[in-house]
């Protein structure tokens, strides 16, 4: 604990989770602990939500900004970790990804891949128009 607490206040806390989050993106993470990782982001994204919510003045979540831009990078840093265990271990059957990219799958889909290939389509079409609209803004 000395050391995280060492870390903060010489001022390399920040840093160091951003060259974390891009190490998740190079080096290949065990299913297990991109299990942790979703867990830790779903968690993450639930107390953000809630202390946004719950907040009386905005200068009582004035590091919104930060939280969201690292949120932001982690499921991103996620997404290219789980999409890489996804295409090389996914021969090995449904499990290899992860727990959580199982359950969350068969949640989606419920057994009926029809149902899954819209569902895809319809994040494509989401992911399309929020690309979109971010680049028309710039």
């Known amino acids: 604990m000395t050391f ?8 390399l806390g920040a840093p160091l989770v951003v060259v ?13 602990l ?3 990782f979703f867990t830790f982001n779903i968690a993450l994204s639930l107390i953000v939500l809630l202390v946004s919510i719950y907040a009386l003045r905005p200068l009582d979540f004035a ?7 690292i949120a932001t ?3 991103l840093a996620l997404n290219v ?5 996804v295409l090389l271990e996914g021969h090995n059957g449904t ?25 895809f389509i319809i994040l494509v079409i989401i992911n399309f128009v929020v ?8």
């Not at 974390?20 to 297990?32: D, G, N, S, T």
């Not at 690309?131 to 710039?138: C, D, L, P, W």
């Open 81 to 85: 970790a789980s999409t890489r265990v």
């Open 4 to 11: 995280v607490r060492e870390m903060a206040r010489n001022g």
């Open 20 to 32: 974390m989050l891009l190490a998740m993106v190079v080096v290949p993470l065990p299913p297990f």
């Open 95 to 119: 499990g290899a990804a992860g727990q959580v990219i199982e359950s969350f799958g068969e949640f989606v889909i419920g057994g009926n891949y029809a149902v899954g290939v819209v569902v």
């Open 63 to 69: 590091v919104f900004p930060t939280v969201l831009l």
């Open 34 to 36: 991109l299990d942790i």
């Open 73 to 75: 990078l982690l499921r």
């Open 131 to 138: 690309v979109t609209k971010g680049a028309g803004r710039i």
